[in-house]
């Protein structure tokens, strides 16, 4: 079991930009996957980005790809979100998420994060 923390979440303006955090800590020395979704009210969770730990092998959601971009510090147990270019519609609460299966899109992760909440203003 993977427990995770997600923070760096707010208000921004329109064409801002936000990191967010997410970090590991319990069972974390397998090579998990790390992914990033989010939630918007009356919306499903969607798929944002995810990361393998061990190699660096990323995917992106064509709604952020050019905007975001995930990272990661293995030796911190994190994993990041930088978020360019936010626009209103990027307003959601955000979760990360591991698993130690596969890189997927799909929200069937082992752990999930308690989420950190993104507001992009207009």
């Known amino acids: 079991q993977v427990q995770l923390v997600e923070s760096g979440g707010g208000l921004v303006q329109t064409g801002g930009s936000l990191r967010l955090s997410c970090a590991a800590s319990g069972r974390t020395s397998a090579n998990y996957y790390v992914g990033w979704f989010r939630q918007a009210p009356g919306k499903e969770r969607e798929f944002v980005a995810a990361?393998?730990?061990?190699?660096?092998?990323?995917d992106y959601a064509d709604s952020v790809k050019g905007r975001f971009t995930i990272s990661r510090d293995n030796a911190k147990n994190t994993v990041y979100l930088e978020m360019n270019s936010l626009k209103p519609e990027d307003t959601a609460v955000y979760y990360c998420?591991?698993?130690?299966?596969?890189?997927?899109?799909?929200?069937?992760?082992?752990?999930w994060g308690q989420g950190t909440q993104v507001t992009v203003s207009s």
């Open positions: 998420a591991a698993d130690s299966n596969r890189l997927s899109r799909t929200p069937n992760y082992d752990d």
């Open positions: 990361i393998s730990r061990s190699y660096g092998i990323t």
